[in-house]
Nanobody, 123 residues
Framework: QEELVESGGGLVQTGGSLRLSCAAS????????LGWFRQAPGKDSEFVAG???????FYRESVKDRFTISRDRSTNTMYLQMNSLRPEDTAIYYC?????????????????WGQGTQVTVSS
């Protein structure tokens, strides 16, 4: 069975940092676009960061210069480094894969999803 398992969430103060990890089991990130999404209570899911197979990165405007998406091909793991965190970053964060490598922001383009990890930023 194919599975994405996230870790690294937690509670931090405003201005702090977290590094989220997403490890793949039974599948690889080869020839795929990788993405991070988040969802706060009562709000719609929103795109956070993306990384194409060729190494192109793209972010939602509110996290540019604060978050960095990356991958380690040797361990089949993707990451989201989150710096200068703000209370409005509080959400459940999900990793996802688009096996067609379309390099997009639309959640319906991603065919594999993690279970989510909670990030809480205190004011």
């Amino acid at each position: 069975q194919e599975e994405l398992v996230e870790s690294g969430g937690g509670l931090v103060q405003t201005g702090g940092s977290l590094r989220l990890s997403c490890a793949a089991s039974g599948l690889t990130f080869s020839r795929s676009t990788l993405g991070w999404f988040r969802q706060a209570p009562g709000k719609d899911s929103e795109f956070v960061a993306g990384l194409t197979n060729s190494g192109v990165t793209f972010y939602r405007e509110s996290v540019k210069d604060r978050f960095t998406i990356s991958r380690d091909r040797s361990t089949n793991t993707m990451y989201l480094q989150m710096n200068s965190l703000r209370p409005e970053d509080t959400a459940i964060y999900y990793c996802a894969r688009d096996g067609a490598d379309r390099g997009g922001r639309a959640p319906n383009w991603y065919d594999r999803w993690g279970q989510g990890t909670q990030v809480t930023v205190s004011s």
